[in-house]
């Protein structure tokens, strides 16, 4: 169960970063849009965070402009 949770987190880590890239921004930047720490961010990214903090998530999806239904979407479907 671990593995299929660590598994689900890593896939929401990757849609983050890919908004992020498809925007244009930086780490450095969502960092200080989200006021989640340049560190934290880039640790996140890096897989070095593995269960971020539930705030965490959403300062950055907030300053990303997605919504959590967004960001769980599967391919059209959500889960």
Request: proline letters at 1%.
């Amino acid at each position: 169960m671990f593995q299929y949770m660590e598994s689900k987190i890593a896939d929401l880590l990757n849609k983050i970063i890919q908004a992020r890239k498809e925007r244009g921004i930086t780490q450095k930047e969502l960092s200080i849009m989200s006021g989640v720490s340049y560190s934290t961010m880039t640790k996140l990214e890096s897989g070095i965070i593995k269960s971020p903090s539930f705030a965490a998530i959403y300062k950055i999806i907030k300053a990303l402009d997605m919504t959590f239904d967004e960001l769980i979407e599967n391919r059209g479907h959500k889960q």
